[in-house]
């Protein structure tokens, strides 16, 4: 938000800057420590001391290798249902895809801002993290695709029992939406998550600037409704956190298991 103005700019939380100076170069290459690189390394090392807290095989587990527990049975039943015994070789990978996107959606929600001229930063708002998380994910559905069934893949294309004109017609309008998948994987969690805080971001220059307004009826019209409101959106933004985290594991199980079993 930019305050010296009083004008609201929720654009403003997604600038990738420098937190180093600009001037780190390797081989004509900048490799300045930005704050998107600080929050992934946040993500990753909040993710490991979860993982590493939850992981002690105590017969009786505690609250928090129940929760480690949790979640990795979570995604084993997800993978045994929709793939089969065959998705337990893939378990490792969308469980760390799922955990990766679920605590940087949750790190970027949390209320660093209330510290002057700090913001948290969401990751997963930018398409060029999220793409190439769908990218890798399709990258590993082709490569087992064609290891296990060779140029038979392209049966994929082909939906079972249709035969002659009506399958080559049909072969290119799967194929493209085949194609598709990696975009729309991307686009999905990107867009989710930019629109949330942006509308939260939104919501809290409502409240600043209505407790600043030199007009006394300003905080109870503007800025209680609206921090009421930004209260709402919060928990509902919560609750996205935990779903695109869910809806990116579960369609990249479901593109795994085009990719092992066809059709």
């Known amino acids: 938000m930019a305050a010296e103005s009083g004008k609201i700019d929720p654009m403003h939380q997604f600038m990738i800057e420098p937190l180093f100076g600009r001037d780190w170069t390797i081989a004509g290459h900048n490799i300045a420590f930005t704050n998107s690189a600080l929050w992934m390394a946040l993500t990753f090392v909040a993710l490991w001391i979860f993982m590493m807290g939850g992981m002690r095989r105590e017969l009786v587990p505690g609250r928090w290798q129940a929760a480690v527990e949790g979640f990795t049975g979570f995604i084993t039943n997800m993978m045994d249902t929709n793939i089969g015994p065959k998705g337990r070789r893939f378990v490792p990978y969308v469980f760390s895809l799922f955990m990766f996107i679920l605590f940087a959606n949750i790190l970027?929600?949390?209320?660093?801002?209330?510290?002057?001229?700090?913001?948290?930063?969401?990751?997963?708002?930018?398409?060029?993290?999220?793409?190439?998380?769908?990218?890798?994910?399709?990258?590993?559905?082709?490569?087992?695709?064609?290891?296990?069934?060779?140029?038979?893949?392209?049966?994929l294309f082909v939906p079972h029992g249709v035969k002659g004109p009506m399958a080559a017609?049909?072969?290119?309008?799967?194929?493209?939406?085949?194609?598709?998948?990696?975009?729309?994987?991307?686009?999905?969690?990107?867009?989710?998550?930019?629109?949330?805080?942006?509308?939260?971001?939104?919501?809290?220059?409502?409240?600043?600037?209505?407790?600043?307004?030199?007009?006394?009826?300003?905080?109870?019209?503007?800025?209680?409704?609206?921090?009421?409101?930004?209260?709402?959106?919060?928990?509902?933004?919560?609750?996205?956190?935990?779903?695109?985290?869910?809806?990116?594991?579960?369609?990249?199980?479901?593109?795994l298991n085009d990719a092992i079993n066809l059709h």
């Open 108 to 155: 970027g929600m949390l209320p660093v801002a209330l510290v002057p001229g700090y913001h948290p930063f969401a990751v997963t708002s930018h398409l060029t993290v999220t793409g190439i998380l769908a990218i890798l994910s399709f990258s590993i559905v082709l490569i087992v695709g064609f290891a296990k069934h060779g140029f038979h893949f392209f049966s």
């Open 169 to 255: 017609a049909i072969f290119p309008i799967e194929l493209v939406s085949f194609l598709m998948r990696p975009f729309s994987l991307g686009l999905r969690l990107f867009v989710a998550i930019t629109a949330g805080h942006i509308l939260m971001e939104v919501l809290a220059g409502f409240v600043v600037n209505g407790m600043n307004a030199s007009a006394g009826w300003v905080p109870l019209v503007v800025s209680i409704p609206s921090f009421v409101l930004m209260i709402g959106i919060t928990l509902l933004e919560l609750l996205v956190a935990a779903i695109q985290a869910y809806v990116f594991a579960l369609l990249t199980s479901l593109y």
